[in-house]
């Protein structure tokens, strides 16, 4: 059976819950007001490109990285099939050690992908975000940071696409609270049928630590500030419950 980074499609179809054009303003916005105001973004682990469509009609130059094959092939056909360039853009290449010769104003990993590197692997690649970055560029990271204690976690929804209906089941469970890693997998159904699934073993980072290891790399990097639910007017609060798909924005400071 096919992995879930394997089956683009129906990842594609599966994850499209999210509000990409609202999103991409707030990239952009971002970008103005607490960045250089640039218009070259980079997209880490960019798998189906939810949001290049979007950005590109609206002038930014995009690009992005992602270790799947068959998220490249695919984003590139749906970039293609929209009447956009897609030559050159995408890169199949591991964001722990990547080099590219262009240089971004702004680049971004969303729904937690930063979660695959360990310490030391994240370190190695804040640094390789560093050296691709203009000056004032910012990095934004969506759900990078667990702000409360984790132990397990089920979600499940279904979504309706051309395919079918697809379903999918996200499982997570402690491996180690020393470590602080554990055992994540995703399944995906297709009409109830079970058609992919990925078992990975992931770390979370607590804002303690996440600022701890932010410190290793000053004065590099400033920390611009924490936001709930994509809303630049929502910083992060004591309510743990509330917080649901959370910014952290970076800036390199030199």
């Known amino acids: 059976m096919q992995g879930v980074y394997q089956a ?33 973004f980079l997209e880490l682990a960019c798998g189906d490109c939810p ?5 590109m009609q609206a002038g930014v130059t995009y690009h992005g990285i992602d270790l799947s094959p068959q998220m490249i092939d695919f984003s590139r056909a749906r970039l293609q099939a929209a009447g956009l360039s897609a030559d050159g853009i995408l890169h199949l290449a591991d964001m722990r050690d990547f080099a590219l010769p262009q240089r971004f104003d702004l680049a971004f990993v969303l729904m937690g992908s930063l ?8 370190l190695r690649h804040l640094d390789r975000v560093h050296a ?15 702000y409360a204690p984790s132990v397990e976690q ?5 979504e309706e696409s051309p ?7 996200y499982w997570r469970r402690q491996r180690s609270a020393l470590h602080q890693s554990f055992d994540e997998r995703i399944e995906f159904t297709l009409d109830g049928e079970l058609v ?3 078992t990975d073993i992931v770390h979370l980072r607590y804002p303690n630590e996440f600022a701890l290891l932010l410190q290793s790399r000053r004065p590099q990097w400033e920390m611009v500030g ?6 630049l007017e929502a910083p992060i609060g004591d309510d743990t419950q509330a917080i649901n798909r959370p910014l952290c924005i970076l800036k390199k400071s030199i």
Do not use: K
Not at 8 to 29: K, Q
Not at 51 to 55: D, I, K, S
Not at 132 to 146: A, F, Q, R, V
Not at 163 to 169: H, K, Q, T, Y
């Open 163 to 169: 395919l079918g209906e697809v379903g999918v089941r």
């Open 8 to 40: 683009a499609e129906i990842y594609h179809y599966g994850f499209n819950f999210r509000d990409t054009r609202t999103e991409s303003a707030v990239l952009m916005n971002a970008a103005d007001h607490l960045g250089n105001g640039g218009r070259h």
């Open 51 to 55: 949001y290049a469509e979007v950005l």
């Open 132 to 146: 691709h970055l203009n000056p004032g560029g910012l990095y934004i990271l969506e759900w990078c940071i667990e």
């Open 115 to 122: 979660h695959f590197l360990d310490n030391a692997e994240f």
């Open 196 to 198: 992919a699934s990925s």
């Open 226 to 231: 924490q936001f709930n639910a994509w809303d």
């Open 154 to 158: 089920q979600s499940d929804w279904t």
